[in-house]
């Protein structure tokens, strides 16, 4: 019985190491992306400030956007072109992607977990969360 | 106002609203969205998008203290995500349906309703009391213990009436997808009062959720083309810069003093946010 609890402690313990790695690497991954906000908002400055000023704030700000004025893209794709395109708001666009998907790689790497500890009920919910987030992308282009 | 000096005071209300949000235990958002539309006149739907970018900054930032303090619980937090992210979901896309006064006014409501709950907030646990069976939380191994360093023990602890618990996670899931904010406010009480968890560990556990949730409205905003970039970043950067500056001052400061404080800030915001309704709808 006592030796039991023993094994028990520790495969907690295993675990707890294991959700405190991945928070850790969840900071490292908000760190990497505020840093790419941050260097693309420093080039949007350094290379459109002109460009910015004559369009003014009434239309950078414009609901819904004034495709002159500035780039809300909403597919990846477009995110894509834009940063081959050297244009900093795709830089900026990477960098809130990126922050967006800390929450979801966290809860994708939940799974393995909960697998190896053959936790089947676990698993399915941990899938079934990750499942409606990936659904979120393509539920805002179908409305 | 110049391109130039919206983008530095808005960073700089970031970083007030992280440093505050951080202190008082509220996200950043609910200080944000009031700030941008109604002191800087961005559109609710660009506000909210923002925000809800930053909430997942603070979240995840946090995620690796809150783990280890042992207080939140990745099973709990994982079951119910399966409403607040299917809740999130479902607000996101109701924002897009309906128009800025509707949610000017609900804004409103929750903003007083925050206000109201920091007044009436609890500090004690009430773990020692024996809660009713239910059956999901015993399949579901809904229980777990903590050392409270005050108490000088270790407090073990199981959840009830988890239905319940799943259904208002829904809502709270509801309201911060269609907000934009991370509806701790709205979580916190379903643990603490319905499913009878301890107050740290439901405060903990529904900070954990906190990013996962606003990652699936994040979504639909970002799909939608609610995201814009020349607002969302210096959001994002202050937010996060002044979170994390407050979980370092934090142990050095009283926070009720800043708390009553922030009760008239809040009721003040409220009355404003339903002017502004009331003004779209031209009343």
Do not use: C
């Not at chain 1, 290379?47 to 500035?70: C, F, K, R, W």
């Not at chain 2, 002017?275 to 779209?280: D, E, F, P, T, V």
């Amino acid at each position: 019985m006592i030796k039991e609890h023993v094994v028990e402690d520790t495969e907690l313990e295993r675990l707890e190491r294991v959700e405190l790695f991945l928070s850790q690497m969840l900071r490292t991954g908000v760190l990497v992306s505020a840093a790419v906000i941050l260097v693309g908002a420093v080039l949007l400055f350094a290379t459109e400030a002109q460009t910015l000023l004559h369009n003014g704030m009434g239309s950078i700000i414009a609901y819904p956007p004034d495709p002159n004025a500035v780039r809300v893209v909403h597919t990846l794709p477009a995110v894509w072109a834009g940063l081959l395109a050297g244009d900093p708001d795709a830089v900026i666009d990477v960098g809130l992607l990126l922050l967006i998907a800390t929450p979801v790689f966290r809860v994708a790497v939940s799974i393995p977990v909960f697998l190896l500890q053959r936790d089947r009920r676990y698993t399915l919910i941990t899938t079934f969360v990750l499942v409606v987030l990936l659904l979120s992308f393509v539920i805002g282009t179908v409305e | 106002m110049s391109p130039i000096e919206f983008f530095l005071l808005t960073l700089t209300a970031s970083i007030g609203a992280g440093l505050l949000g951080a202190l008082l235990g509220l996200g950043g958002g609910i200080i944000i969205v009031p700030f941008l539309t109604l002191v800087m006149g961005v559109d609710i739907h660009y506000a909210i998008g923002a925000s809800i970018v930053s909430v997942i900054a603070t979240s995840s930032g946090a995620a690796a203290a809150y783990l280890r303090d042992h207080l939140s619980n990745i099973r709990i937090g994982m079951f119910l995500e399966v409403a607040t992210t299917t809740g999130a979901i479902s607000g996101a896309f109701l924002a897009g349906l309906i128009g800025g006064p509707v949610l000017f006014l609900v804004f409103s409501v929750l903003l007083a309703y925050s206000a109201v709950s920091m007044v009436r907030r609890r500090e004690d646990d009430h773990a020692a009391v024996p809660v009713p069976h239910d059956h999901i939380s015993d399949t579901l191994q809904l229980r777990g213990e903590y050392h409270d360093a005050v108490m000088q023990k270790t407090v073990r602890y199981r959840a009830t009436h988890a239905l319940a618990g799943l259904g208002l996670m829904y809502v709270a899931g509801t309201a911060s997808g269609l907000l934009g904010i991370g509806s701790g406010v709205l979580k916190v009480p379903a643990m603490d009062l319905v499913m009878r968890l301890p107050m740290k560990v439901s405060t903990a556990t529904s900070n954990f959720m906190i990013g996962v949730t606003a990652a699936a409205s994040a979504g639909v905003y970002f799909a939608r083309g609610d995201i814009n970039p020349f607002v969302a970043a210096p959001v994002a950067l202050g937010v996060l810069a002044g979170a994390t500056l407050g979980t370092r001052v934090m142990s050095r400061m009283k926070s009720a003093s800043i708390r009553k404080v922030f009760v008239v800030v809040l009721l003040v915001v409220a009355v404003q946010m339903l002017q502004k309704a009331l003004a779209l709808l031209g009343m």
